[in-house]
């Protein structure tokens, strides 16, 4: 049995997540996992064990994070042989006697070159300590996987290739775009890499299926590739990723991957045995694919030219809050436009003013959401306020700002006159298009909520007097969808305690999930705004539902867009949308739109429906 003799011939599958495992069996995410193989050798074992029941027939080794640079944040920088070779053996016995490779897992430094010497890390000497140890345990190759750094990875090859002359597969975590931080295009990262020797290059994590398909297009077929996508976006809650992804869309989107010439597909983080189970199902049979037509990479555009004063500016006006309107027995409409990921800015102020005129009260723009880049909200809420007279409503991440830089954002919103503002946890960078990203997490949504509140009595957090009271009007979230109603109930209960004035929800596409909602939450006494999303084909919905956290679209809404493209795929989701927003209006005082990747003309007539029935 030769594993590259194999690629050529059939699609072999991998296995799933190692961590997201453990972390359901309870383990922190804190945890150690790669001390695991030496403390808890048996739940290792029954993970590989799981994944060869599956019909995995590559199993990596737990071992990832077993360098010497990872290991000493916990203390065991003088065990790495001890844990790779245990990691190796682990997986081996479980493979023994079973048509099974076993790769050794082998993840980055997370150091530059520069920071190395700073910290007097030798990069070679670790990578030989951890791979050789890997291969001493009885690895039948090399996977190195999740790396960002195209040198780092080139040097690890290296390394490897001096070592052992085993197969190695060489695995970067690229955004859809097809660029590394570095700027380097992943087409000459896997050019130059398939020189330095590496027999298999592949993509894995950063973005679910639908995001690592969109790359796969762009890419030559010049050798053999593999394919780890997520389970999309996961959930952070409690210390935990929980992914949402079906086993039948992670299973259709391996053949999917197969069609553009993928010829290992497995799971990075979230995939489970049932995962694999439907992945090796649907490509068996499937033959690798020798021949296709590449696509040319999607290059955003760039204009140097002034932007166009399509809308004339208007002198900003005092803010009337949402609030007050509510008081005054007006409906509503709180609208969602995210900030775009390009300077490109035109169609997103034509978008609000269309919004606007529709009759929504504010613009909500999101801060870099599942922890993407994205113009500044701040920036943008300032222009909408201050050159086109509209009201923003700003979200504010925990995730990229210590203390000292959310105060200072929010002073600068105070000094501006932006009122509005809807404190967040906020994605963990590692999920998102940056996951070397250091995620900071000084506060949380609740705790950010009662600084707020602390500025709107004239105090800092370090009690320090701001000699004005600021006069912020602060949000918070709330998730009908959840699998335990109860538990998000009592955690808006929390928010409200810590100075929440109104709510804004997940997108519902339910309307008996709407009056739920409003029987478990009419007596705490606060506006909601229930999210509507104008669904705008069936691919969406089932992106929607398998991709990102906290969305969950009822079978019967799903089938009703099945198959539905263009303008079919709009009308029925824009009636879908309708259905929902006459049973919010019928309960609450008001709705937030959720504008669907700028189509800002669905949200807009569904603006003019609400307008239409709350007047």
């Known amino acids: 049995m030769d594993f590259l003799d194999e690629l050529q011939h059939r699609i072999l599958p991998g296995d799933g997540a190692m961590g997201t495992l453990l972390m359901d069996e309870g383990f922190p995410l804190e945890t150690c996992f790669e001390e695991l193989c030496i403390s808890r050798p048996e739940r290792i074992t029954a993970i590989h064990d799981a994944y060869i029941a599956a019909g995995a027939r590559v199993i990596e080794t737990n071992s990832f994070g077993a360098n010497v640079v990872r290991l000493e944040k916990h203390g065991l920088g003088n065990r790495v042989n001890e844990i790779n070779w245990t990691a190796a053996q682990l997986a081996k016995s479980a493979a023994k006697g079973k048509p099974v490779y076993v790769a050794g897992s082998v993840g980055p430094l997370g150091l530059t070159e520069e920071q190395a010497i700073e910290r007097g890390v030798n990069r070679k000497a670790a990578y030989m ?23 780092e990875l080139a040097l690890a090859l290296e390394v490897k290739q001096s070592l052992h002359h085993c197969p190695v597969i060489c695995s970067l975590a690229c955004p859809p775009e097809g660029r590394l931080p570095s700027g380097m295009l992943v087409t000459d990262a896997f050019h130059q890499l398939r020189e330095l020797g590496a ?21 030559p077929l010049d050798g053999p590739l593999a394919a780890y996508p997520n389970a999309g976006h996961p959930k952070y809650h409690d210390g935990r990723f929980i992914y949402y992804m079906t086993p039948d869309y992670f299973a259709e989107s391996g053949k999917a991957f197969v069609a553009q010439g993928a010829n290992l597909v497995g799971g990075c983080c979230g995939p489970r045995p049932e995962h694999i189970a439907a992945l090796v199902e649907a490509v068996k049979g499937l033959h690798p694919v020798t021949e296709k037509p590449p696509h040319p990479p999607r290059r955003a555009e760039i204009s140097i030219r002034e932007p166009e004063a399509f809308i004339p500016p208007v002198a900003p006006a005092e803010e009337e809050s949402i609030l007050d309107r509510v008081a005054a027995g007006k409906t509503v409409i709180v609208t969602e436009l995210d900030p775009p990921k390009t300077l490109s800015l035109e169609k997103y102020f034509r978008g609000a003013k269309v919004l606007t005129e529709a009759g929504s009260d504010a613009i909500t723009l999101a801060d870099n959401s599942l922890a993407i880049l994205r113009v500044s909200n701040f920036a943008l809420g300032a222009m909408l306020k201050q050159q086109y007279g509209i009201m923003p409503l700003l979200h504010l991440s925990c995730r990229d700002r210590n203390l000292l830089g959310l105060q200072s ?19 963990p960078a590692k999920v998102g298009d940056h996951p070397a990203a250091a995620s ?10 009662k600084i707020i509140s602390r500025l709107n009595e004239g105090y800092n957090y370090a009690g320090k007097s701001i000699r004005t009271c600021t006069r912020f009007v602060i949000g918070c979230t709330f998730n009908p969808n959840a699998r335990n109603l109860d538990a ?3 955690r808006l209960k929390r928010k409200i305690a810590a100075g929440a004035q109104y709510v804004m929800t997940q997108p519902v596409f339910d309307p008996a ?11 705490l006494g606060v506006p909601i705004f229930i999210g509507v999303w104008p669904l705008l084909n069936g691919r969406q919905a089932e992106f929607l539902h398998n991709e990102v956290p906290g969305i969950v679209i009822p079978d019967r809404v799903r089938a009703a867009m099945a198959g ?15 259905e929902v927003c006459r049973a919010v209006l019928d309960h609450f005082p008001g ?18 429906f609400v307008r239409g029935r709350g007047r």
């Open 129 to 151: 300590e951890q791979v050789g140890a890997l291969l001493d345990g009885g690895g039948n190759l090399v996977f190195f996987e999740t790396f960002l750094d195209f040198d």
């Open 199 to 219: 027999d298999v290059v592949g993509l894995n994590c950063v973005y679910g299926p639908s995001g690592l398909h969109r790359l796969l297009e762009t890419l």
């Open 409 to 427: 954002e929010l002073l600068g919103m105070a000094a501006l006159g932006m009122r509005h503002v809807l404190p967040l946890t906020g994605d």
């Open 440 to 449: 900071v997490y000084d506060v949380n949504s609740i705790d950010l909520m």
């Open 488 to 490: 998000q109930v009592s």
């Open 513 to 523: 999930l709407v009056e739920e909602t409003a029987r478990r939450t009419a007596e």
């Open 564 to 578: 539905k493209e263009g303008a079919d795929g709009l009308a029925a989701g824009l009636e879908i949308g309708r």
């Open 591 to 608: 709705v937030y739109l959720i504008t669907p990747f700028l189509t800002y003309e669905a949200t807009a007539e569904l603006a003019h």
